[in-house]
């Protein structure tokens, strides 16, 4: 993992244009490809980044010939291009604080407390659960900021990612979201819809997640192993 403090302006141009201005930011480029842009505030969500699979391009040139250009007196410039749907991310460095690299080695993953690990494996195995012709992809599906719990498909070969928790609250919707954001820039899967899964939801996530276009849907641990039939029930 290389990490650079540096001075820099940012532009993304693809299936949606934005631009940061100049200011000092924390530049991160992970072993899988992906390049994230942090600022010192706001949350732990990047400014803007780019997903894998990517192709890195680095310019670089000289302080005499960086004060030559009317475009601005950058020293190097990223060009980040995704390799499927051509996004690209260029990133202007004017000044670098700092640029160190770091080998991680492969990391052993979240470890998730007992039920919500049972929850996943269990709706996984019974994806039909939450209707008739659907299918599982994958459970932890990863992209640039962590694993979708799981990604499956509907009766109609449509994209769901579905973000599993025992207690369903706004953080929740929020991190599934993000995880959105990320896979409907994937042109082989987009248009990809959420599915926000719980033992329990609270009011104002169900709220936000409507508000999102997100469907909530609440489990029931036992039905999923079997030992309780809910249909068979009385009340």
């Excluded at 403090?5 to 244009?17: H, I, M, N, P």
């Excluded at 469907?215 to 809910?230: K, M, P």
Aim: glycine content about 8%; some cysteine; charged content about 30%.
């Amino acid at each position: 993992m290389r990490l650079v403090v540096a001075r820099c302006s940012v532009d993304y141009t693809g299936r949606l244009t934005a631009h940061l201005p100049l200011a000092p930011r924390l530049l991160i480029v992970k072993a899988d490809g992906s390049v994230l842009i942090h600022s010192d505030g706001g949350s732990y969500k990047p400014l803007n980044w780019m997903s894998p699979p990517c192709t890195l391009r680095t310019t670089t040139r000289s302080p005499d010939e960086a004060a030559d250009d009317p475009e601005g007196e950058w020293i190097e410039q990223w060009d980040v291009v995704h390799d499927k749907s051509g996004d690209r991310l260029r990133v202007r460095v004017h000044e670098t604080f700092e640029d160190t690299s770091h080998e991680l080695g492969v990391d052993p993953g979240l470890q998730k407390d007992g039920i919500e690990a049972h929850l996943q494996a269990l709706l996984a195995q019974n994806i039909e659960t939450l209707g008739d012709g659907w299918s599982l992809v994958r459970r932890e599906y990863g992209t640039a900021i962590g694993p979708v719990d799981i990604l499956a498909r509907d009766a109609d070969g449509g994209s769901v990612a579905i973000e599993i928790k025992r207690r369903g609250e706004i953080d929740g919707v929020e991190q599934l979201t993000r995880y959105l954001e990320l896979l409907n820039r994937d042109p082989l899967l987009a248009p990809v819809r959420g599915i926000f899964a719980a033992q329990a939801i609270k009011p104002q996530a169900r709220v936000l997640a409507g508000d999102r276009g997100i469907d909530c849907v609440t489990l029931d641990y036992d039905a999923l192993r079997g030992i309780d039939d809910v249909e068979s029930r009385l009340f």
